[in-house]
Protein backbone atom coordinates (compact mmCIF):
# COMPACT_ATOMS: atom_id res chain seq x y z
CA UNK A 1 0.00 0.00 0.00
CA UNK A 2 1.61 3.42 -0.93
CA UNK A 3 1.79 6.44 0.96
CA UNK A 4 -0.92 8.84 0.85
CA UNK A 5 -1.10 12.06 -0.23
CA UNK A 6 -2.08 13.61 3.42
CA UNK A 7 0.82 11.83 4.74
CA UNK A 8 2.98 13.26 2.50
CA UNK A 9 1.27 16.66 2.94
CA UNK A 10 1.54 16.22 6.89
CA UNK A 11 5.20 15.63 6.81
CA UNK A 12 6.31 18.28 4.16
CA UNK A 13 3.92 20.31 6.57
CA UNK A 14 6.25 20.00 9.45
CA UNK A 15 9.52 21.26 10.45
CA UNK A 16 11.77 18.24 9.35
CA UNK A 17 9.47 18.15 6.01
CA UNK A 18 10.37 21.43 5.14
CA UNK A 19 13.98 20.96 5.72
CA UNK A 20 14.39 17.83 3.68
CA UNK A 21 12.12 19.91 1.15
CA UNK A 22 14.90 22.82 1.50
CA UNK A 23 18.06 20.53 0.84
CA UNK A 24 16.65 18.41 -1.79
CA UNK A 25 14.79 21.45 -4.02
CA UNK A 26 18.74 22.83 -3.79
CA UNK A 27 20.02 20.00 -4.94
CA UNK A 28 17.59 19.86 -8.10
CA UNK A 29 18.17 23.38 -8.96
CA UNK A 30 21.79 23.14 -8.61
CA UNK A 31 21.76 20.10 -11.52
CA UNK A 32 18.78 21.81 -14.03
CA UNK A 33 19.05 25.46 -12.71
CA UNK A 34 19.98 26.78 -15.99
CA UNK A 35 17.60 24.66 -18.14
CA UNK A 36 15.46 27.09 -20.24
CA UNK A 37 11.59 26.04 -22.04
CA UNK A 38 11.91 21.85 -21.50
CA UNK A 39 9.37 20.36 -20.93
CA UNK A 40 9.28 19.33 -17.19
CA UNK A 41 7.49 16.73 -16.01
CA UNK A 42 7.34 14.69 -12.22
CA UNK A 43 6.14 11.78 -11.18
CA UNK A 44 5.55 10.51 -7.62
CA UNK A 45 4.82 13.29 -4.92
CA UNK A 46 7.14 16.01 -7.16
CA UNK A 47 4.76 18.97 -6.37
CA UNK A 48 6.58 20.90 -3.61
CA UNK A 49 9.68 20.38 -5.68
CA UNK A 50 9.17 21.33 -8.84
CA UNK A 51 9.36 25.19 -8.64
CA UNK A 52 12.62 26.99 -10.33
CA UNK A 53 14.23 23.54 -11.04
CA UNK A 54 13.80 24.37 -14.60
CA UNK A 55 13.57 27.92 -16.29
CA UNK A 56 9.79 26.70 -17.46
CA UNK A 57 6.53 27.32 -17.66
CA UNK A 58 5.80 23.87 -19.34
CA UNK A 59 5.42 21.63 -15.94
CA UNK A 60 3.70 18.54 -14.83
CA UNK A 61 2.85 16.90 -11.97
CA UNK A 62 2.19 12.98 -12.15
CA UNK A 63 0.59 11.32 -9.03
CA UNK A 64 0.11 7.76 -8.68
CA UNK A 65 -3.50 6.56 -8.66
CA UNK A 66 -2.98 4.60 -5.49
CA UNK A 67 -2.23 7.61 -3.76
CA UNK A 68 -5.36 9.75 -3.53
CA UNK A 69 -5.90 13.66 -5.30
CA UNK A 70 -3.94 16.52 -4.22
CA UNK A 71 -5.99 19.53 -3.10
CA UNK A 72 -4.96 23.08 -4.44
CA UNK A 73 -1.66 21.87 -6.49
CA UNK A 74 0.75 24.29 -6.97
CA UNK A 75 1.39 23.15 -10.60
CA UNK A 76 -1.19 21.38 -13.34
CA UNK A 77 -1.31 17.83 -11.93
CA UNK A 78 -2.86 14.67 -13.09
CA UNK A 79 -2.96 11.27 -11.73
CA UNK A 80 -1.56 8.42 -13.96
CA UNK A 81 -1.02 4.47 -13.12
CA UNK A 82 2.86 3.66 -12.90
CA UNK A 83 2.81 2.09 -16.18
CA UNK A 84 0.27 4.01 -18.34
CA UNK A 85 0.91 8.11 -18.62
CA UNK A 86 -1.28 9.97 -20.95
CA UNK A 87 2.07 11.57 -22.89
CA UNK A 88 2.97 11.27 -26.47
CA UNK A 89 6.20 9.22 -27.10
CA UNK A 90 9.01 11.43 -26.42
CA UNK A 91 7.18 14.62 -24.68
CA UNK A 92 9.35 15.47 -21.77
CA UNK A 93 13.00 17.00 -21.42
CA UNK A 94 13.16 16.63 -18.01
CA UNK A 95 11.49 14.61 -15.25
CA UNK A 96 11.64 13.72 -11.41
CA UNK A 97 10.95 11.03 -9.85
CA UNK A 98 10.80 11.52 -6.21
CA UNK A 99 8.15 8.95 -3.99
CA UNK A 100 7.75 7.18 -6.79
CA UNK A 101 10.35 3.95 -7.94
CA UNK A 102 10.51 2.71 -4.48
CA UNK A 103 6.99 2.55 -3.75
CA UNK A 104 5.40 0.48 -7.08
CA UNK A 105 5.14 -3.01 -7.95
CA UNK A 106 6.97 -2.93 -11.17
CA UNK A 107 10.32 -1.00 -11.38
CA UNK A 108 11.10 -1.95 -14.26
CA UNK A 109 7.85 -1.51 -16.28
CA UNK A 110 8.14 2.20 -14.65
CA UNK A 111 11.28 2.49 -15.96
CA UNK A 112 10.03 1.11 -19.29
CA UNK A 113 6.99 4.37 -19.48
CA UNK A 114 9.70 6.71 -18.49
CA UNK A 115 11.92 5.68 -21.34
CA UNK A 116 9.07 6.17 -23.68
CA UNK A 117 8.46 9.52 -22.94
CA UNK A 118 11.83 10.80 -22.40
CA UNK A 119 13.11 12.75 -25.53
CA UNK A 120 16.75 11.40 -27.12
CA UNK A 121 18.39 14.10 -25.09
CA UNK A 122 16.10 13.95 -22.38
CA UNK A 123 17.54 13.53 -18.29
CA UNK A 124 15.77 11.85 -15.32
CA UNK A 125 16.78 12.46 -11.67
CA UNK A 126 15.77 9.85 -9.27
CA UNK A 127 15.57 10.79 -5.26
CA UNK A 128 16.12 7.50 -3.80
CA UNK A 129 16.24 6.40 -0.04
CA UNK A 130 19.63 4.87 0.54
CA UNK A 131 19.28 1.28 1.79
CA UNK A 132 22.05 1.70 4.57
CA UNK A 133 20.70 5.07 5.29
CA UNK A 134 18.41 5.77 8.39
CA UNK A 135 16.17 7.53 6.72
CA UNK A 136 14.99 4.46 5.10
CA UNK A 137 14.62 2.43 8.96
CA UNK A 138 13.26 5.28 11.07
CA UNK A 139 9.49 5.48 9.85
CA UNK A 140 9.06 9.59 11.08
CA UNK A 141 9.21 10.27 7.02
CA UNK A 142 7.93 8.69 3.76
CA UNK A 143 11.30 7.49 2.25
CA UNK A 144 11.10 4.90 4.98
CA UNK A 145 8.28 3.72 3.30
CA UNK A 146 8.57 1.10 -0.08
CA UNK A 147 12.25 -0.32 -1.27
CA UNK A 148 14.95 1.53 -0.91
CA UNK A 149 18.27 1.29 -2.74
CA UNK A 150 21.99 0.79 -2.76
CA UNK A 151 23.69 2.95 -5.33
CA UNK A 152 24.67 -0.58 -6.80
CA UNK A 153 21.32 -1.77 -6.99
CA UNK A 154 19.85 1.56 -8.50
CA UNK A 155 22.86 1.84 -11.32
CA UNK A 156 22.20 -2.34 -12.27
CA UNK A 157 18.37 -1.44 -12.52
CA UNK A 158 18.74 1.73 -14.43
CA UNK A 159 21.23 -0.20 -16.79
CA UNK A 160 18.98 -3.53 -17.67
CA UNK A 161 16.57 -0.67 -18.19
CA UNK A 162 18.69 1.23 -20.75
CA UNK A 163 19.50 4.29 -18.79
CA UNK A 164 22.48 5.78 -18.55
CA UNK A 165 23.51 7.10 -15.15
CA UNK A 166 25.56 10.67 -15.92
CA UNK A 167 25.84 12.10 -12.36
CA UNK A 168 25.24 11.10 -8.73
CA UNK A 169 24.91 13.11 -5.18
CA UNK A 170 23.55 12.40 -2.09
CA UNK A 171 21.65 14.20 0.57
CA UNK A 172 19.58 14.10 3.85
CA UNK A 173 23.20 13.12 5.96
CA UNK A 174 21.34 13.41 9.12
CA UNK A 175 18.96 10.93 11.13
CA UNK A 176 15.24 12.23 10.38
CA UNK A 177 14.90 13.61 14.09
CA UNK A 178 11.94 15.38 14.97
CA UNK A 179 13.51 17.23 18.33
CA UNK A 180 13.65 21.12 17.95
CA UNK A 181 17.47 21.25 19.15
CA UNK A 182 18.66 19.07 16.42
CA UNK A 183 16.62 20.69 13.62
CA UNK A 184 18.84 23.81 14.55
CA UNK A 185 22.01 21.87 14.06
CA UNK A 186 20.74 19.54 10.89
CA UNK A 187 21.94 22.12 7.99
CA UNK A 188 25.53 22.31 9.36
CA UNK A 189 25.39 17.96 9.82
CA UNK A 190 24.21 18.33 6.05
CA UNK A 191 26.96 20.87 5.20
CA UNK A 192 29.48 18.28 7.00
CA UNK A 193 28.04 15.21 5.34
CA UNK A 194 28.22 17.12 1.60
CA UNK A 195 31.96 18.15 2.69
CA UNK A 196 33.14 14.65 3.62
CA UNK A 197 31.57 12.82 0.24
CA UNK A 198 33.63 15.12 -1.37
CA UNK A 199 37.12 14.29 0.28
CA UNK A 200 36.09 10.89 -0.12
CA UNK A 201 36.11 10.31 3.95
CA UNK A 202 37.67 7.21 5.55
CA UNK A 203 34.71 5.83 7.08
CA UNK A 204 32.51 5.50 3.71
CA UNK A 205 30.27 8.52 4.69
CA UNK A 206 28.22 8.08 1.28
CA UNK A 207 26.65 5.27 3.09
CA UNK A 208 25.09 7.09 6.25
CA UNK A 209 23.02 9.56 3.73
CA UNK A 210 19.41 9.38 3.48
CA UNK A 211 18.77 9.43 -0.08
CA UNK A 212 20.45 8.46 -3.23
CA UNK A 213 20.22 11.25 -6.38
CA UNK A 214 21.27 9.74 -9.48
CA UNK A 215 20.85 11.31 -13.07
CA UNK A 216 20.72 8.61 -16.03
CA UNK A 217 19.88 9.78 -19.37
CA UNK A 218 17.93 6.96 -21.97
CA UNK A 219 19.93 4.65 -24.23
CA UNK A 220 18.99 4.67 -27.94
CA UNK A 221 17.72 0.96 -28.61
CA UNK A 222 14.16 -0.11 -27.19
CA UNK A 223 13.97 -2.46 -23.83
CA UNK A 224 12.15 -5.46 -24.59
CA UNK A 225 11.15 -5.99 -20.94
CA UNK A 226 7.96 -3.86 -19.93
CA UNK A 227 7.58 -2.81 -23.60
CA UNK A 228 4.54 -1.86 -25.32
CA UNK A 229 3.75 -5.84 -26.42
CA UNK A 230 3.71 -6.44 -22.77
CA UNK A 231 1.28 -3.48 -21.78
CA UNK A 232 -1.18 -3.03 -24.63
CA UNK A 233 -4.19 -6.39 -25.67
CA UNK A 234 -3.29 -8.61 -28.41
CA UNK A 235 -6.53 -7.65 -30.06
CA UNK A 236 -4.55 -4.12 -30.81
CA UNK A 237 -2.51 -5.89 -33.18
CA UNK A 238 -5.27 -7.84 -34.92
CA UNK A 239 -7.44 -5.44 -37.29
CA UNK A 240 -10.38 -6.12 -37.75
CA UNK A 241 -11.09 -8.89 -40.84
CA UNK A 242 -8.10 -10.56 -39.90
CA UNK A 243 -7.57 -14.07 -38.16
CA UNK A 244 -4.65 -16.38 -37.35
CA UNK A 245 -3.28 -18.82 -39.98
CA UNK A 246 -4.69 -21.74 -39.27
CA UNK A 247 -2.58 -24.95 -38.32
CA UNK A 248 -2.29 -28.02 -40.82
CA UNK A 249 -5.19 -29.96 -39.60
CA UNK A 250 -7.12 -26.30 -39.79
CA UNK A 251 -5.98 -25.78 -43.51
CA UNK A 252 -7.09 -29.54 -44.64
CA UNK A 253 -10.59 -28.49 -42.85
CA UNK A 254 -10.91 -25.76 -45.17
CA UNK A 255 -9.93 -27.38 -48.41
CA UNK A 256 -12.64 -30.22 -47.52
CA UNK A 257 -14.98 -27.29 -46.89
CA UNK A 258 -14.48 -25.88 -50.23
CA UNK A 259 -14.94 -29.18 -52.41
CA UNK A 260 -18.01 -29.86 -50.80
CA UNK A 261 -19.01 -26.59 -52.20
CA UNK A 262 -17.46 -26.51 -55.49
CA UNK A 263 -20.10 -30.35 -55.78
CA UNK A 264 -22.76 -28.56 -54.32
CA UNK A 265 -22.70 -26.12 -57.24
CA UNK A 266 -21.87 -28.69 -59.73
CA UNK A 267 -25.13 -30.69 -58.52
Request: include cysteine; hydrophobic fraction near 40%.
Amino acid sequence: MRTSVSEYHAFYESPLGRLTQSILHTKLVTAWGEAKNVRLAGFGFTDPYLKDICQTDMQLSMIPEGIGAQTAPLHPTCLVHDHHWPLPDASIDRLVVIHGLEETTKPRRLLREIWRVLTDDGLVIFVVPNRRGLWSLIETNPFAAGRPYSLRQLNSLLEESLFTATSHTTALHFPPMTSPFFLTIAKSWEKLGSRLRKWRAPLNWPHVAGVNLVEARKGAALPITGSKADVLSPEIFAPQGMHPLPTAHGRDKIKSAASEKRLARKA
